[in-house]
């Protein structure tokens, strides 16, 4: 069970137990991630909305667990370092992301995982709450093929409490990101 954000500030409640934690919810949504995300979604499409879970979606199980859906549609946001800087890739949440194939992709030798405060300054976002979209600084983007198993995909919206759902389709058009096998 899950609050739906609304865009007009409405909230819809699935499941009335979670009444009293509505202030703890619109927390969530006014901290600044969670304002960057929802902005560029509605940029893109008025109808993408936040939903904020009742239990973390901080990994890729918790968030499955959370939204009962399989583990390989969550959309795992992970930042990795590169000699020239940082790249984004979006990975299927069963699925583990190869460096080797990303640095035969981008044609670099060394790559390796972003660290927590790297992760923070570049995308804004702590770790467990990575959203592919809404970033501080503008970062490449590879989106893994194995996605595409799933029309509907989630993704972290700046919080480890809350996600959005997106088709896969509209996944790569809000991301600007790059199809590509990295798993």
């Not at 865009?7 to 509505?22: D, R, V, Y």
């Not at 549609?73 to 299927?92: D, P, Q």
Request: proline letters at 2%; aromatic letters at 8%; hydrophobic letters at 45%.
């Amino acid at each position: 069970a899950f609050l739906t954000y609304i865009n007009k500030n409405w909230f819809k409640i699935i499941n009335s137990q979670f009444i009293t934690i509505i202030s703890w919810m619109e927390n969530i949504l006014e901290k600044e991630s969670g304002k960057r995300v929802i902005k560029v979604l509605n940029e893109f499409d008025q109808n993408l909305e936040v939903l904020i879970l009742k239990s973390s979606a901080k990994t890729a199980d918790d968030a499955a667990f959370s939204l009962n859906c399989k583990v390989g549609a969550i959309v795992k946001s992970l930042l990795l370092r590169t000699e020239n800087g940082f790249i984004l890739c979006l990975v299927s949440g069963d699925k583990r992301c190869s460096l080797n194939k990303i640095k035969k992709i981008i044609n670099i030798k060394d790559v390796s995982m972003a660290n927590a405060d790297e992760v923070k300054s570049q995308t804004g976002f702590s770790i467990g709450g990575v959203s592919p979209i809404a970033h501080l600084k503008k970062t490449p983007i590879l989106i893994d093929l194995s996605l595409s198993r799933f029309e509907n995909v989630y993704a972290a919206a700046g919080h480890p409490y809350s996600i959005f759902k997106i088709t896969y389709e509209q996944l790569i058009k809000i991301t600007k990101g790059k199809e590509e096998d990295i798993v």
